[in-house]
């Protein structure tokens, strides 16, 4: 039958063998109870592998499909499994990796109102879920971007126009070339300090005295400063990655408001526990951010590459990030006619429409289902540090408030803690990885998966009598 087929159109011809491997790979592993961790790869045994595999007239699918499934898949770590507990976990439910096969299989881009108009209007659906979640005002709106570092990004540019116009406004055209800063706190996450390098604006720097920004310290060093008005926005963090603190948001944004600075507050681990009554209160003053990120490919079960960024007020970004050109006029109407364009609230273009994914799965599962899944990670998480308080070689480094939980083993060193967690992945029980605090290394576990047991952990725990100090 291949042989009827034009050579160009060979590629684009449907075959049903082709289509019947890939799904029957597909529903093998959407069917696990728990995806394998598997272990890093090396790379001349890769290289090795795929050394030849590009040809002129291409391999059988079964051959190339195989030497995925048996080389190139082991040497990815499952983010998605129950034992991943290094970084921030990925726990993507099945609906939402179900449709997201959709999104592939229809080439589904969200660009424009014009182009992806339901698409369009179901991304928005959830992300008027989340807005009314944190409190925003109905007229907010946004954006799904890849990360939560492209969705810092575009709200930082954001705010730095904003703040810069005033300036314009106030001094004149000179004052366009002032520099601007951004106030952070020290524990600001990694992509906020690279944005701030791309817009080319100073950090001021505030050191809070115990990990978790205040109203107060921002207001004391706003109070010192010889430049206030320099000062354009304040980024504040819905818990850090490191440890899961949620930062002073109702105070932080007290003096935001009395200094005209653009507030964003930085969700994108912890931004889910809005979804959780027994921590919602921590999120207090959120209502009032400028700009908000949540990254459901974190904690609210979305397959990667997902991160929700709201702003108050839409306008402002638009006008920030529409990209103009000749040929993009058509997707523009004055007329007054409803027009949402994604691509204007953000700095891309061209995108995938990769909110679908979430909207699929919460319209399935509803959103009960979600609360339950995130209180399992905080229940959990409060159950490991009960234990960690338990056992006598082991102490809390601080108590945790979400989903992260970090703890000394007393007596270890960073290679002990390397050694404990190579054992834990070469026997599969756990990807973990240690982190810094205070200058120290530290045990550190992060939470997402709904799978995730209390015996898994233990098992772990258990672990570190016969590893380390030998
Ligand atoms: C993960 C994270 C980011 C970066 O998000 P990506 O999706 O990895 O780009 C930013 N801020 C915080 C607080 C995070 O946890």
Partial sequence: M?????????????????????????????????????????KSVIDSILSGLLTDHGLPTAQVLDLYEEHLSKTVLSADSPRFWAFIPNAPTKASLLFDMIVSAASLQGISWLEA?????????????????????????????????????????????????????????????RRLRIAVSEQVHSSIKNTLSILDVDPLIVRPADHRLLGSDLAAVMAADADPESVVAVVATSGTTNAGIVDDLAGISDVAQQYG???????????????????????????????????PHKWLFAPFDCAALIYRDPALAKSVHTQKAGYLDALHHDDGSYEWNPTDYAYHLTRRARGLPLWFSLAVNGSGAYTAAIEHGITLTRQVADELNRRPDIELVREPTLSVVLFRRTGWTAADYDRWAHDLLTRQVAFVTSTTWEGEVVGRFAFAHPATTFEMVLEALDAMDHNGDE
């Fill in 117 to 177: 108009s339901g698409a369009v209007a179901a991304e928005n659906q959830v992300l008027r879920w989340i807005s009314d979640a944190a409190g925003l005002p109905a007229s907010s709106g946004g954006v799904f971007v890849s990360g939560g570092s492209a969705a810092n990004l575009s709200a930082l540019i954001v705010a730095r126009d904003v703040g810069r116009r005033r300036l314009v406004e106030k001094y004149g055209e000179q004052a366009r070339y």
């Fill in 2 to 42: 291949a042989a009827t087929v034009p050579a160009h159109l060979r590629m684009h011809h449907f075959d049903p063998s082709q289509t019947q491997l890939i799904l029957n790979y597909v529903t093998e592993r959407l069917s696990m109870d728990e995806t394998p961790l598997d272990f890093p790869g090396d």
């Fill in 261 to 295: 600075l653009w507030f964003h507050v930085d969700g994108a681990y912890g931004g889910a526990g809005l979804f959780a009554p027994s921590v919602r209160g921590l999120y207090a003053g959120i209502e009032n951010a400028d700009s908000f990120i949540v990254d």
